[in-house]
């Protein structure tokens, strides 16, 4: 008798499996292409002509113009079925309603074509140099990967074409055109799965500040640059070109450099903001030594020389034909960097001392490594009590990334070289440990880097 019992519920478990299957079926699956044809369908339904434009598909960085006109009466608007734009038989009072749906991560712009003499081409100029830009209120950005955009009556000349501009790294796009007799219903209504919060507008954070009177600021950058130990400051002017760029060529002493860029702000009403971007090169190799991108009115580079040597300081961002002032802070060697490795390895290692502010040893290395591409441990002995500085500095290649750390008993630091920087430092002391385990990370094109350890009074 059990093993009819068992039988039937074997029969009972495999039945209901078999129907649960059934039951299940394919989960529902809305595709891009799936949410264009319920657009089209809704507003069909609510007596709009509609029609959808062959599939885009867009690249960052590539704008598409889309041509969109005025349906024809009668055009095809049932749902999801591509139409025939034209103009015959078009309202002069309807509206015209374009739609571009993309996947829901896309992020993308439309940008209508003004009417024609909305803003002539020199008012536009004046707006921009103001710092308004009258384009955007022509431009719509998209949420949940939609963007809609209804003219009515003459604006419908607006739509003639549609520039779209993709943010994200591509996106594929569906467009779905309908005229009516008013704004057709809402995208969020027809897929609220797009919908989301209210978004905070992206405002308008005006012009950069104005940077002031240019000899305010020379003297400025020349305090602040004495307070900080500098030996001596020297200014250096020059003009800049019409398009606001130039370049000084400057022979500087060895030791550690800081140079302040400094332009001289127009009295124009109408003007470019000024923001000195800038390198500094070494001449003969162009090898680079610091570069500043920032969004400062004014530049600032940090370097050490080895040696004696000229540097090319080329820049842009001056508001036109304006004086330009390179004001360049010197700090001496700091004594005992060692300089049999070359002015280059010199450089470096004095640049991570002056980056750290470490005071100047009084004593020569107590270890010195060299090193090239990977990872390299260097284990160095030292005193209970004392306190070290430890830094690594490229000798010859290209570097990637430098990295300097230190572990000492369940202690560790580490320090990366910045951008444009060869150069890392690290100080750590020792309690009771008598050795510390100094490691060096190297990446880039053959790099060969040099490690010294100083210890510190």
Not at 223 to 244: F, I, N, Q, W
Not at 364 to 389: N, S, W
Request: proline letters at 8%; charged letters at 25%; a neutral charge.
């Amino acid at each position: 008798m059990a093993r009819p019992a068992r039988a039937v519920r074997a029969a009972a478990l495999t039945l209901l499996t078999a129907l649960a299957g059934l039951s299940a079926g394919e989960p529902a699956r809305a595709d891009l292409s799936d949410d264009a044809a319920r657009v089209a369908r809704m507003w069909s339904l609510s007596g709009a002509r509609v029609a959808r434009l062959p599939p885009l598909f867009i690249e960052h960085g590539r704008t598409r113009l889309v041509a969109i006109t005025p349906l024809p009466v009668g055009a095809a608007g049932a749902a999801g079925t591509p139409g025939t734009p034209g103009t015959a038989g078009a309202k002069a009072d309807e509206c015209l309603t374009a739609a571009f749906l993309a996947p829901r991560i896309v992020e993308f712009t439309l940008e209508t074509s003004p009417l024609a003499g909305d803003v002539s081409a020199l008012e536009g100029l004046v707006e921009r140099l103001r710092g308004r830009d009258p384009d955007e209120e022509r431009r719509v950005h998209s949420a949940g990967g939609a963007a809609v955009i209804t003219r009515c009556g003459p604006a419908r000349e607006e739509l003639g074409r549609v520039a779209v501009e993709v943010l994200s790294p591509r996106g594929a796009f569906d467009v779905v055109i309908a005229a009516s007799s008013g704004p057709p219903e809402r995208i969020e209504a027809i897929l609220p799965e797009r919908a989301f919060g209210p978004v905070a507008p992206r405002g308008d954070p005006g012009r950069p500040a104005e940077p002031g009177p240019l000899d305010a600021r020379v003297a400025r950058a020349a305090r602040r640059a004495r307070a900080e130990g500098a030996l001596r400051v020297v200014p250096t002017d020059m003009s800049a070109s019409v398009v606001g760029t130039g370049q000084f060529s400057v022979k500087l002493a060895e030791g550690c450099h800081r140079i302040d860029l400094m332009a001289e702000v127009p009295s124009a009403t109408v003007r470019r903001a000024t923001d000195l971007d800038a390198e500094a090169r070494e001449a003969g190799t162009g090898r680079l030594l610091d570069r500043d991108r920032s969004d400062a009115p004014d530049g600032r580079l940090d370097f050490c020389l080895g040696e004696p040597g000229v540097v090319e300081v080329p820049f842009l961002g001056a508001a036109g034909p304006v004086k330009v002032v390179l004001s360049d802070a010197h700090w001496p060697l700091l004594p005992f960097v060692p300089g049999h490795f070359g002015a280059r390895a010199r450089g470096n290692l004095a640049a991570a001392l002056h980056r750290r502010h470490a005071p100047a040893p009084r004593a020569q290395p107590i270890a010195e490594a060299v090193g090239a591409q990977g990872d390299t441990l260097v284990p160095v002995q030292v005193e209970p009590g004392r306190c070290y500085f430890a830094a690594a500095g490229l000798v010859r290649g290209e570097l990637r990334g430098l990295r300097l750390s230190v572990e000492l008993g369940d202690h560790a630091g580490r320090d990366d070289a910045g951008d444009g920087s060869e150069g890392a430092g690290v100080a750590f002391c020792s309690e009771l440990e008598e050795s510390a385990a100094l490691r060096v990370g190297a990446r880039g094109n053959s790099p060969v880097w040099v490690l010294a350890v100083w210890p510190m009074d």
